[in-house]
Nanobody, 124 residues
């Protein structure tokens, strides 16, 4: 059974930083592309960042480019999102997702497995 478990969310002030982690089990992590998505209240789930296998290619939403960095540690089956210069509009539940393909995509429907989400709240 595939499990994705996020951690690292919390409350932070504007301009602060958080690092989200996603630990995977039940899949061949090193062969999977991984993605981070977020969903704010009343809004649709949206793409944040993604990384292909072997970290060869990364993708970022325009709204987070230059502030967020995605990375992976295949030895630990763990995927990260470093978030810097956080803004109130970054407030959302953040979800980790795995794609049973090597190359990342930016669509919600492109991912096969999802974590339960972790809340990130940025206060102004």
């Amino acid at each position: 059974q595939v499990q994705l478990v996020e951690s690292g969310g919390g409350l932070v002030q504007t301009g602060g930083s958080l690092r989200l982690s996603c630990t995977a089990s039940g899949l061949t992590f090193s062969s999977c592309a991984m993605g981070w998505f977020r969903q704010a209240p009343g809004k649709e789930r949206e793409f944040v960042a993604a990384i292909s296998w072997r970290a060869a290619i990364t993708y970022y939403a325009d709204s987070v480019k230059g502030r967020f960095t995605v990375s992976r540690d295949d030895a630990k089956n763990t995927f990260y999102l470093q978030m810097n210069s956080l803004k109130p509009e970054d407030t959302a539940v953040y979800y980790c997702a795995a794609r049973s393909e090597r190359f990342a995509r930016v669509g919600v429907k492109d991912y096969d497995y999802w974590g339960q989400g972790t809340q990130v709240t940025v206060s102004s």
